[in-house]
């Protein structure tokens, strides 16, 4: 079983700074990507940033120039660098790893999300 615990969420001025953490634990032979999606209330979930094993991060467009992903790979860990936040930023944040198992099968796990709300 792989687990995915997810912190740093809460309120912040529009223009203000937050980093979210998520840690992957359990039994898996390795981790292909990690990424962070947002979903706010009436809209469909989107993803917001994306990190493979040996590729550079991507971005969409509405966060490119504020927001930075990053992996730690002796924690199994990833953290979105939140910054220059604006109201709509305002979402649960969710983190999904994609896990190799020892059987070399591929499979998707999600954190329990936070939130994130950006409001003065």
């Known amino acids: 079983q792989v687990q995915l615990v997810e912190s740093g969420g809460g309120l912040v001025q529009p223009g203000g700074s937050l980093r979210l953490s998520c840690a992957a634990s359990?039994?898996?032979?390795?981790?292909?990507?990690m990424s962070w999606y947002r979903q706010a209330p009436g809209k469909e979930r989107e993803l917001v940033a994306t990190?493979?094993?040996?590729?550079?991060?991507n971005y969409a467009d509405s966060v490119k120039g504020r927001f930075t992903i990053s992996r730690d790979n002796a924690k199994n860990t990833v953290y979105l660098q939140m910054n220059s936040l604006k109201p709509e930023d305002t979402a649960v944040y969710y983190c999904n790893v994609v896990i190799r198992a020892v059987s070399r099968s591929v499979y998707p796990y999600w954190g329990q999300g936070t939130q994130v709300t950006v409001s003065s």
């Open positions: 990190v493979t094993g040996d590729g550079g991060p």
């Open positions: 359990g039994s898996f032979f390795s981790i292909n990507a």
